[in-house]
T-cell receptor, first 113, second 113 residues
Framework: EPEVTQTPSHQVTQMGQEVILRCVPISNHLYFYWYRQILGQKVEFLVSFYNNEISEKSEIFDDQFSVERPDGSNFTLKIRSTKLEDSAMYFC???????????FGPGTRLTVL | EDKVVQSPLSLVVHEGDTVTLNCSYEVTNFRSLLWYKQEKKAPTFLFMLTSSGIEKKSGRLSSILDKKELFSILNITATQTGDSAVYLCAARAGGTSYGKLTFGQGTILTVHP
């Protein structure tokens, strides 16, 4: 069964460093999402991406964040200058056009020191 | 602001018990309600509900939506230790939204042998 995959599973970085989190959505899906979950808190929406552009973003998704689909398979989230409060589990999700069901990847745990 | 509230926050039962998990929502232009099971990492999809009063069923799990009262329930009968997980409810807005999900805080279910 097709799955969303994410790499790395765990990333440790120093405050102020740039990180890139990678996702490979399910191949026939057209809508892509990033969510994050700070330890002990709710899953929060960051951004949605469709037709090679951002379609919706939350107030969390400020100028430090960017997303890209550099080729036909990868979908990336870049954080330009990480802060301590960016430490969280980051989930990628994707869906086809005709359903609301989003399928989630296993997540990348980002730890900012 | 869209809001999803789940109750109870945690539940401890013994194998064989039946549990009911609750989810209420306030979402602009509500479109659908999704249930996910989160074990170690990725939320895995359980149900998507769009119509009131129509029960969705998968084995021992079932769910129903009440769009008038703005809530959904997830029932698990004859619980097993493998049902131990966090159960997440998420609501999807329609209108101009591209599928952003608003999550509740989750119900932690622990099933003892």
């Amino acid at each position: 069964e097709p799955e969303v995959t994410q790499t790395p599973s765990h990333q440790v970085t120093q405050m102020g460093q740039e990180v890139i989190l990678r996702c490979v959505p399910i191949s026939n899906h057209l809508y892509f999402y990033w969510y994050r979950q700070i330890l002990g808190q709710k899953v929060e929406f960051l951004v949605s991406f469709y037709n090679n552009e951002i379609s919706e973003k939350s107030e969390i998704f400020d100028d430090q964040f960017s997303v890209e689909r550099p080729d036909g398979s990868n979908f990336t989230l870049k954080i330009r200058s990480t802060k301590l409060e960016d430490s969280a589990m980051y989930f990628c999700a994707s869906r086809v056009m005709v359903t609301d069901t989003q399928y989630f990847g296993p997540g990348t745990r980002l730890t900012v020191l | 602001e869209d809001k999803v509230v789940q109750s109870p926050l945690s539940l401890v039962v013994h194998e064989g018990d039946t549990v009911t998990l609750n989810c209420s929502y306030e979402v602009t232009n509500f479109r659908s309600l999704l249930w996910y099971k989160q074990e170690k990492k990725a939320p895995t999809f359980l149900f998507m509900l769009t119509s009131s009063g129509i029960e969705k069923k998968s084995g021992r799990l079932s769910s129903i939506l009440d769009k008038k009262e703005l809530f959904s329930i997830l029932n698990i009968t004859a619980t097993q230790t493998g049902d131990s997980a966090v159960y997440l409810c998420a609501a999807r807005a329609g209108g101009t939204s591209y599928g952003k999900l608003t999550f509740g805080q989750g119900t932690i279910l622990t099933v003892h042998p």
